[in-house]
Structure formats: structure tokens, C-alpha cells
């Protein structure tokens, strides 16, 4: 299996006081988890959620049956602690991810999304977004109520319609697609594009040629514009391959701890 060079970052932002983000950049697995939730339990639903996929790193062969039922699995374990101990009560989380993904017999890249955190493709010097927000504000977007820029100022413009946490099971958004030697992707949590737009973030992307230099970079640069939210960026470059055996990574790079810890 061949994985591409990639970098991550983590910020708990200006504002809030606690990094509700948890993210998991080690392949074939790159996912970044948003969470809600009073007293803490946001930053336990998206550490939950995150820990879902420990399981496949480092595999040489992943389906996208498999990489589904890790969704799949966060949901039900989050509402298991919840069960547990019902000071987490209402605790949630967004997720969205990159995965090296096995389709008959070759390598893909599969896309998955449930909530308002996204995943861009930046391709022939152009940056698109790969996901769908779930949230009220693209709805009200997509129904021509609002502008895309009246969107950027809209007061409910954090509320999700869809994130793991819930009974029944949320629908999760996939997309799978062949591996391209010069994609580039941007796996971001909600605080990056609260405070950036897609121009700004496609301007660094064309300037910034390291994941890890520009993963900082865009955080640095949100925290510039106010820093509002936790952020988290996750660059995943296609244009350097590396076997799998060479990677040493940490696993979960921002791994939350529970007050219990």
C-alpha cells in the first residue's frame, strides 16, 4: 500500500476555552470529529468517535464496508456512554474523513461526511469541496433563502441537521473515487471556514507546498481572522508516496482525555 505525505494541526481557537476537536491522521485513516455537548462531553463524544477507527491503521487492504461500520460503531459507542452516565446527555459530534479505501482490487480514496465539517480536493490549482454541509444554513442556501455570503453572517450558522450521537443512526454521505498522484485534500473541522473563505484557503494551497507547513498556516490564519472556534486541518498531498511500512507517526495526535483519565 502506498499512502501520501500529509500534516496536521489542532487549535482550541481564541475564544473558546477547551479544543472540542479530536482527529486521527495516520494511514490509511485521516478523520477529523467536532464535538458538542456541555461539562467537557463534547471533547468525549469526538475523542470516541475518532478512536472508532483505531483499528485500521496501518492496514494494506480496507473496504469501504469497513471504514463505514467505523461510523457506525462511534454512534452506537457514544450512545453507550451516554447511557452510562447522564452528565454526557445531548453530547455529539460532526465527522468527516479521507480513507485509502481497496474497490476491485485498486486503490481508492473514499470521502465521508456527517455534519458540517468538510473535505476539499485541490486539483489543477483549483479548490472544490468534496462534502455536503448538514446544517441549517446550507439548507437554507441550497432552497435560495440565503446567499452564500449572507450565509458567512448568518446567526444559526453552527447548527448541524445531522451528527453521531443520535437514535436512529444518522445518514452518512460517502463518495469513493481513484487515486490521483496529484490531488491534494484539505480534511478541516467548522473553524477553519467559519473564518476563512474557500478563495483564502485555495490562495494558501497554491502558495504552501508542505501539508504540514500549510496545514499551520491555515490554522495561523484563522486565528488571525478571530479564531471564534476550535480548528483543525489535516493536508494530505498525493504528489509524494511512501510505503506504508515507513510511516511513524502518533496515532491520535490530539487524543482528548476524559475528566476520569
Given at each position: 500500500m502506498?499512502v501520501?505525505?500529509?500534516?496536521a494541526?489542532?487549535?482550541?481557537g481564541?475564544v473558546?476555552s477547551a479544543?472540542?476537536?479530536?482527529y486521527?491522521a495516520?494511514?490509511?485513516i485521516?478523520?477529523?470529529?467536532?464535538?458538542?455537548?456541555?461539562?467537557?462531553a463534547?471533547?468525549?463524544?469526538?475523542r470516541?468517535?475518532v478512536e472508532a477507527?483505531g483499528g485500521l491503521?496501518?492496514?494494506?487492504?480496507?473496504s469501504?464496508?469497513e471504514?463505514?461500520?467505523c461510523?457506525?460503531?462511534?454512534?452506537?459507542?457514544?450512545?453507550?456512554?451516554?447511557?452510562?452516565?447522564?452528565?454526557?446527555?445531548?453530547?455529539?459530534t460532526?465527522i468527516t474523513?479521507?480513507?485509502?479505501?481497496?474497490v476491485?482490487?485498486l486503490e481508492?480514496?473514499?470521502?465521508?461526511?456527517v455534519?458540517?465539517s468538510?473535505?476539499?480536493r485541490f486539483?489543477?490549482?483549483r479548490l472544490?469541496q468534496?462534502t455536503?454541509d448538514h446544517s441549517?444554513?446550507?439548507e437554507?442556501?441550497a432552497?435560495g433563502?440565503?446567499t452564500?455570503?449572507?450565509a458567512?453572517s448568518?446567526?444559526r450558522?453552527?447548527v448541524v441537521?445531522?451528527a453521531l450521537g443520535?437514535?436512529?443512526?444518522?445518514?452518512?454521505?460517502s463518495?469513493?473515487?481513484?487515486?490521483?498522484?496529484?490531488?491534494r485534500?484539505?480534511?478541516c473541522s467548522?473553524?477553519l471556514?467559519?473564518?476563512l473563505?474557500?478563495s483564502?484557503?485555495?490562495?494558501?494551497a497554491?502558495q504552501?507546498?508542505d501539508?504540514?507547513?500549510l496545514?499551520?498556516?491555515?490554522?495561523d490564519l484563522?486565528?488571525?481572522a478571530g479564531?471564534?472556534?476550535n480548528?483543525t486541518?489535516?493536508?494530505?498531498?498525493?504528489?509524494?508516496?511512501?510505503?506504508v511500512?515507513?510511516?511513524d507517526?502518533?496515532?491520535?495526535?490530539?487524543?482528548?482525555?476524559?475528566?476520569s483519565?
Amino acid at each position: 500500500m502506498v499512502v501520501a505525505k500529509w500534516g496536521a494541526t489542532s487549535d482550541q481557537g481564541i475564544v473558546r476555552s477547551a479544543n472540542e476537536d479530536s482527529y486521527v491522521a495516520s494511514p490509511p485513516i485521516f478523520v477529523i470529529a467536532d464535538g458538542m455537548g456541555g461539562h467537557a462531553a463534547g471533547e468525549i463524544a469526538s475523542r470516541i468517535a475518532v478512536e472508532a477507527f483505531g483499528g485500521l491503521i496501518g492496514r494494506n487492504s480496507l473496504s469501504v464496508t469497513e471504514a463505514l461500520a467505523c461510523v457506525e460503531h462511534a454512534n452506537a459507542a457514544i450512545l453507550a456512554s451516554v447511557h452510562q452516565d447522564d452528565r454526557l446527555a445531548g453530547m455529539s459530534t460532526t465527522i468527516t474523513g479521507l480513507i485509502l479505501v481497496t474497490v476491485g482490487g485498486l486503490e481508492h480514496w473514499m470521502v465521508f461526511n456527517v455534519g458540517d465539517s468538510r473535505v476539499y480536493r485541490f486539483v489543477n490549482r483549483r479548490l472544490g469541496q468534496l462534502t455536503v454541509d448538514h446544517s441549517e444554513v446550507e439548507e437554507m442556501v441550497a432552497a435560495g433563502i440565503l446567499t452564500r455570503e449572507q450565509a458567512r453572517s448568518y446567526r444559526r450558522r453552527n447548527v448541524v441537521t445531522r451528527a453521531l450521537g443520535v437514535e436512529p443512526p444518522p445518514i452518512i454521505d460517502s463518495w469513493v473515487f481513484p487515486v490521483a498522484s496529484d490531488d491534494r485534500f484539505i480534511v478541516c473541522s467548522d473553524g477553519l471556514t467559519g473564518e476563512l473563505t474557500d478563495s483564502q484557503i485555495e490562495e494558501r494551497a497554491l502558495q504552501v507546498l508542505d501539508p504540514q507547513a500549510l496545514a499551520q498556516d491555515l490554522v495561523d490564519l484563522a486565528l488571525l481572522a478571530g479564531g471564534r472556534d476550535n480548528i483543525t486541518v489535516i493536508v494530505v498531498d498525493g504528489t509524494h508516496l511512501m510505503d506504508v511500512s515507513e510511516v511513524d507517526e502518533a496515532t491520535f495526535p490530539n487524543r482528548n482525555r476524559s475528566p476520569s483519565e
